[in-house]
């Protein structure tokens, strides 16, 4: 006898590959591998630059309260020391930067939701009867590949991976809330 999972079970993942570019600079583009799957009580997506290597592995988890109307992000480390070899940053550093992605993500990812929810970007969805948040928890691998002349990354490289990363998860949202009918050919 052979057991197959029900389709319903199975996580909706994307990979995508895009090319971004460092610094405004055209012949520095660095492709960059996003990776979406979107569990039941998961949503995990790995950035990496690292050519397959995932890098630093996080957790976000977000929680909103009706009482005080407030929004608050725990973001923690599972996996990675936070230095990159041959960096010159230091390790706290690294750390910070990888939060500041998790936490802007998330805020993205809880706006997302709200205007899907068809609320304004500030209304509080609250936390569901069973624990789970607006959101179900976050996870994020992190590997991206240092600067060449040891600087941080910039602010503008820095936006463009949140902003693709974003419509990958926005495609990948839109495939997993469509009843499994996405790619299907109508009868005419």
């Known amino acids: ?30 492709p960059t591998t996003i990776i979406l799957q979107i569990f039941s009580d998961r949503i995990f ?3 990496t630059q690292l050519s397959g290597k995932m890098g630093s592995l996080l957790v976000c988890n977000v929680e909103e309260s009706i009482i005080d109307n407030s929004t608050t992000y725990h973001i923690s480390t599972l996996l990675g020391t936070g230095a990159a070899r041959g960096s010159g940053n230091s390790a706290e550093q690294e750390v910070s930067l990888r939060e500041v992605f ?16 068809g609320v304004g970007e500030g209304t509080i969805l609250g936390s ?46 839109m495939i ?4 499994g009918l996405v790619g299907m050919e109508g009868p005419d």
């Open 128 to 173: 569901a009867e069973d624990g789970r948040g607006v959101i179900p928890t976050l996870v994020l691998g992190l590997g991206f590949r240092p600067s060449k002349d040891g600087k941080r990354m910039s602010v503008e490289s820095f936006n463009c991976i949140v902003d693709e990363t974003m419509k990958v998860y926005q495609e990948g949202w």
């Open 1 to 30: 006898m052979q057991y197959y999972p029900m389709p319903s079970s199975l996580p909706t993942s994307l990979v995508r590959t895009v090319p971004l570019e460092c610094d405004n600079d055209e012949k520095s583009k660095v």
């Open 102 to 117: 998790a936490r802007r993500l998330a805020e993205r990812i809880v706006l997302h939701a709200r205007k899907m929810a």
């Open 176 to 179: 997993s809330h469509s009843g």
């Open 45 to 47: 997506l790995s950035m």
